[in-house]
């Protein structure tokens, strides 16, 4: 483990598929979905919902039965499809693989990496709020969330294959997101400045919290969570993810340590320290670490334990992505999402959701109690917050 092994990461690389399987999409958004005996519509994309275009029509790829596309509509051996009132269906863009193949590798490695699997539309919208990629050349608005900017965004959040993985590694349907996601946009690395440390993502955040518990770790959990997940890391790879283009550092599979990273790989909490690249490098780059390259469009699914750190950029290109925290319902948001849900739900940008993507988005991002009263949303108390820091002398 030397720090002075620099950019001698093992890559693993995803090319861009040849053939992306289909979704067929109902007015509603839901996914017609096929158990080998009923047709459904689903919001939730396993199995059941994946389709393979053929001349003429779709083949359901798990039990090979076929359906002809007439118009918007889908003819099976029984006539014409129709559920619960919806007969037409759009063919939408679906992932390479199977949801069961990718479930399978999430949770025998702690990683996964959906490649290609948002629509080339969505990616579109994404690079155009970001400003790069094939809008290089725009200027970010920074007055407007990016939320509002583009139906992208919340399109993005709402991608239903990385939910059902998301809620089936963490074994609860109820799932939130810990943040309100935002654009990160990196840019060329000018050989000075601080560079992120190794760490466990939010809610662990071992190595990366500042403050050490009773246990000495510096971190929010204070021990091992076991087979009980606390939160999983879903990156979107707006910008094509490359080493020399800064793609996040990994060490594939720790998430199975249950801890934090060594501390002689150089933790976060001491690399934000002003100074600190001057004084002592780069944090550990050597080939225990891993890159995942892949396309832009693709999600990178991550257990919030697995160390990793920022890639460093070495291009001229700006690299953006959409980090967000995923957490179980019980586990407390990172920040709070209520104001820009409501932004959202405001906007003109929600009318351009899907019922699908609307009823998706609102259950990621509202945090809520439910008790005996009722169901009471959570969200931020200004008044309160000016009362706590007075007593901390902040005002
Ligand atoms: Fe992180």
């Given amino acids: 483990m030397n720090n002075e092994e620099h950019f001698a990461e093992t890559v693993t690389r995803f090319e ?23 047709f459904s519509i689903s919001g939730s994309v396993d199995d059941h919902a994946i389709w393979r275009d053929v001349p003429g029509g779709y083949r359901h790829v798990e039990t090979g039965i076929e359906l002809e596309r007439s118009g918007k509509t889908l003819v099976g051996e029984r006539g014409t499809i129709t559920v619960e009132g919806e007969k037409d269906f759009v063919d939408t863009h679906g992932p390479e693989r199977l949801p069961s193949e990718y479930l399978d590798h999430f949770r025998a490695h702690g990683w996964v990496c959906l490649t290609s699997i948002l629509d080339p539309e969505i990616v579109r919208g994404l690079e155009e709020v970001a400003c790069t990629d094939r809008y290089a050349d725009r200027t970010f608005d920074g007055t407007v969330s990016p939320l509002v900017q583009s139906a992208a965004l919340a399109r993005c959040a709402a991608e239903p294959l990385s939910l059902w993985l998301i809620r089936q590694y963490m074994q609860i ?12 946009v990196l840019d060329r690395d000018d050989g000075q400045r601080n560079v992120q440390g190794w760490h466990s993502d939010f809610p662990y955040l071992w190595g990366i919290s500042g403050r050490r518990n009773a246990n000495g770790i510096d971190g929010r959990v204070p021990t091992a969570s076991g087979a009980t997940v606390l939160g999983i890391q879903r990156n979107v790879c707006v910008s094509d993810f490359t080493k020399v283009g800064g793609a996040t550092a990994f060490k594939l599979g720790s998430h199975a340590h249950d801890s934090g990273p060594p501390r002689e790989w150089g933790h976060g909490t001491l690399h ?6 001057a004084k002592h490098g780069l944090p550990y780059s050597g080939s225990e670490a891993d890159i995942v390259e892949a396309p832009g469009g693709s999600i990178i699914l991550y257990d919030a334990r697995t160390w990793h750190r920022a890639g460093v950029n070495r291009t001229d290109d700006r690299r953006a992505a959409i980090l967000q925290a995923m957490t179980p319902m019980y586990v407390m948001p990172f920040a709070d999402t209520s104001g820009a849900w409501k932004e959202l739900r405001k906007s003109a940008v929600f009318d351009e959701l899907t019922a699908r993507e609307q009823r998706e988005v609102q259950s990621l991002m509202v945090h809520y109690i439910a008790g005996p009263a009722g169901i009471t949303a ?18």
């Fill in 272 to 277: 934000y320290q002003p100074g600190h690249r």
């Fill in 173 to 184: 349907d109820e799932i939130r997101l810990a943040h309100v996601p935002g654009i990160a």
């Fill in 16 to 38: 861009r598929p040849a053939e992306q399987l289909r979704l067929l999409c109902a007015g509603t958004g839901d996914y017609l979905s096929f158990d080998g005996d009923q």
């Fill in 378 to 395: 959570i969200t931020t108390d200004p008044e309160l917050s000016s009362m706590l820091a007075e007593q901390r002398g902040e005002r």
